[in-house]
């Protein structure tokens, strides 16, 4: 299939961003979707000439005539058409965004914690300098024409802020849910969290869909900028089904001794694509990047995973799994980049495929560059079905080969599960697991 590289199939967009450049907003907005609709002009889709999407075809959403929603619409929902996606008996701060746009009827806990701000992108002000500062800094040289037309847009999403010392105790819980518009619809969801000097906050990103199978577009971009001794625990639940496409990139900048630990999970789209770049820039800062993906037939997941490695003294660690059944994909990319003067830098990762089907597919593509001489830097992977040896022995212990295969599945992907913090979600997820791969 040829791929796509010229501009006719950015037109349909042109008119949606002329009309949303004419909105009102605060300057620092203003100016992103400016930049990102210059951006967007100037530069291609991303195709599989490209390096990092060399085995991503994104044809299928290019060529896709998707409507952006522009405007909040009539949605119907109620909190408890929310419960399986929501956490209602939990004491969580969430903000809900139907197609995009923030639903207080739906949300809770706006008022936060003390020194904890949260609101929306579509009725911030301009007036809180912490953001004004971050907002669209970190991306705003994308070269990817999706994160530029996100930034043309910037609509809405939401904005956290936790203040110096602050540490509220509990989750703030984004929830993106996408309805049935009729037609093929696209979001495009811009999301700024800044922790102050040793601030402390647990975020949850949850993606879902009222119809799975409908078809539409979830395109996000996050942005996260962590002060001098911050912490922040991030997990990511998407599950848009079997119809989504989603693209998401998530921006990290890291001060002095901050703490970054990010759970990615994936539940399986037809084309669904995160990729996570973070940037230690001050001395012993340490992140964790951690997923899990189980994708079906037709479905392609690819995880792409950046760190930079600025300054000294400074920890990493990538690790993913994915487990594929039928005619589905799966790409990862970890890529390590130590820059000169990052001496004593300790940087592992490992990516681990379990394969149910001969006819899945995997690429796996670890990446390391160094400038510094005094590091120590590791990577691996491994891609292959569910061992025979582990499987005869469940045989002998009068298990079925289908329970045994179903148990060794269960407990690959459920080694990432467990590890979770965050009860009420580990145990979701554990059902997930559990209910996919246990033998009929």
């Known amino acids: 299939m040829a791929e796509v590289t010229n501009s006719a199939e950015k037109t349909r967009y042109l008119s949606e961003l002329a009309e949303v450049s004419e909105r009102s907003a605060p300057d620092a907005v203003r100016a992103v979707r400016a930049e990102g609709l210059r951006l967007f002009g100037e530069l291609e889709y991303p195709h599989r000439r490209m390096e990092a999407w060399r085995f991503t075809n994104v044809n299928p959403i290019v060529r896709t005539p998707f409507a952006t929603v522009t405007n909040p619409a009539q949605h119907g929902l109620e909190r408890p058409d929310l419960a399986r996606f929501t956490y209602p008996d939990q004491d969580w701060i969430e903000l809900v965004f139907v197609d995009g746009f923030l639903a207080p009827e739906l949300s809770r806990g706006l008022e936060g914690e003390p020194g904890v701000r949260v609101l929306n992108l579509a009725s911030w002000t301009g007036d809180d300098p912490a953001w004004v500062d971050h907002f669209g800094r970190r991306l705003n040289g994308s070269s990817s024409a999706f994160t530029a037309l996100n930034a043309a847009f910037s609509l809405d999403g939401a904005m956290v802020h936790v ?7 509990r989750p703030i819980h984004l929830v993106y849910v996408t309805t049935t518009q009729g037609k093929a619809s696209a979001v495009h969801p811009r999301n700024l969290v800044v922790l102050e000097e040793n601030a402390r906050a647990t975020l949850v990103e949850t993606y879902v869909a009222t119809d799975p199978s409908e078809v539409r577009w979830t395109n996000a971009v996050t942005e996260a900028v962590l002060g001098e001794g911050a912490d922040l625990y991030r997990v990511k639940v998407l599950d848009d089904g079997p119809g989504s496409f989603h693209l998401a990139t998530t921006a990290v900048s890291q001060g002095r001794s901050s703490r970054f630990r990010s759970f990615v999970f994936a539940f399986g789209g037809r084309i669904d694509r995160d990729e996570l770049c973070v940037d230690l820039d001050g001395e012993g800062a340490e992140c964790a990047l951690n997923g899990l993906h189980l994708t079906d037939d037709g479905q392609l997941m690819d995880n792409a995973a950046t760190i ?69 830097c590791t990577h691996g992977a491994t891609v292959g079905p569910p061992p025979e040896e582990e499987i005869f022995y469940f045989r002998t212990r009068g298990m079925s080969e289908a329970m045994g295969r179903g148990l060794l599945t269960y407990g690959f992907a459920d080694e990432v599960v467990s590890e979770l913090e965050i009860a009420p979600i580990r145990e979701r997820l554990d059902r997930h697991v559990f209910e996919k791969y246990r033998p009929e």
């Open 308 to 376: 930079a490695h600025k300054a000294p003294r400074c920890k990493s660690w990538i690790g993913y799994k994915g487990v594929l059944d039928g005619k589905s994909n799966s790409v990862f990319m970890g890529r390590i980049d130590v820059h000169r003067g990052a001496q004593q830098t300790d940087s592992r990762q490992l990516n681990q495929t379990l394969l149910l089907s001969d006819k899945a597919t995997v690429n796996t593509r670890p990446q390391l560059e160094i400038y510094a001489d005094d590091v120590k």
């Open 163 to 169: 203040a110096r010392d602050a540490a509220p105790p």
